[in-house]
């Protein structure tokens, strides 16, 4: 960092397994990627090439081999996964995550129908030789799951091997965990976090607001994802308190109280 500044809350180092930040890669290009490692590289933990980019994306393996060189965890966005699926070609997806040197796998089912106990078999397999999260939820709106099914089938997914569970929300973040205007399903998420450990699951949060509130709910320690390339460094500030929405949210209350007397 560049100078000292005391009271900020404590942030995991790299490799760490909480305080994750997840950034979307919806295209890059090979000098994008370069310029985002040479300010972001130490803050962002985990890649994904987001839905079926990577099918249109130029150089990707010089792009995955970029981003693994820095410390980062790299995947193909869930729904390129269903799209494998959905044609009964799961043999090439596995060949096809060789054949670009990954070590991590996205399962979903947020665009398909697919049976729990089949998604749980592929997490299985796939967890075998590749670090796999899990995304729960539906990418239509307007689609209401019930939380005890977002939680049965969350730890179902740990227990069959799944690093993290992914709470869906889209790039939008306007379906699963939230409402159609942005805002979180507080009911659903409370449910969740009291079933489901709070390190193992990664909150789609896109929107800056959602950032901040899960921030304020969950501390500065909460993993999130679907962040833009150039929301990294904000969504560091705000963990650090080091930004407006969460300036008072980790500071001592000593210091809080001082402010107040004044």
């Known amino acids: 960092m560049n100078f000292t500044l005391p009271h900020l809350p404590l942030r995991p180092e ?56 820095a410390g ?3 995947y193909l966005g869930g729904t390129l996964f269903e799209a494998f699926i959905i044609r009964g070609m799961f043999d090439d997806y596995v060949k096809l995550l060789d054949k670009l040197k990954l070590d991590c796998a996205e399962i979903s089912d947020g665009s398909i129908v697919l049976p729990h106990d089949k998604k749980c078999e592929y997490i299985h397999t796939l967890s075998k030789n590749f670090t796999v ?17 977002w939680t049965t089938m969350m730890n179902k997914e740990l227990q069959a091997g799944s690093w993290k569970v992914i709470a869906e929300a889209r790039e939008s973040g306007t379906v699963g965990i939230y409402r159609p205007n942005g805002t979180a399903h507080v009911m659903l998420i409370n ?52 930004r407006g929405d969460t300036f008072f949210s980790f500071l001592p209350k000593d210091l809080k109280e001082s402010m107040e007397q004044h």
């Open 133 to 149: 999260l899990s995304e729960v939820g539906s990418k239509e709106a307007g689609i209401i799951i019930r939380p005890v099914k």
């Open 191 to 242: 449910k969740i976090l009291a079933k489901v450990d709070q390190d193992s699951i990664l909150w789609e949060a896109p929107q800056k607001a959602q950032q901040v509130w899960f921030l304020k709910l969950l501390g500065p320690n909460v993993n999130l994802g679907n962040i833009s390339y150039d929301d990294v460094i904000p969504l560091e500030t705000l963990r650090l308190g080091l």
């Open 72 to 74: 980062m965890k790299v």
């Open 14 to 69: 790299k490799p760490r397994n909480k305080g994750i930040t997840m950034m979307m890669d919806k295209g890059l290009s090979i000098r994008q990627v370069e310029d985002f490692l040479s300010q972001n590289s130490e803050l962002t933990d985990i890649i994904k090439l987001g839905f079926g980019t990577s099918y249109l994306t130029k150089n990707i393996e010089q792009k995955i081999k970029l981003y693994k060189e």
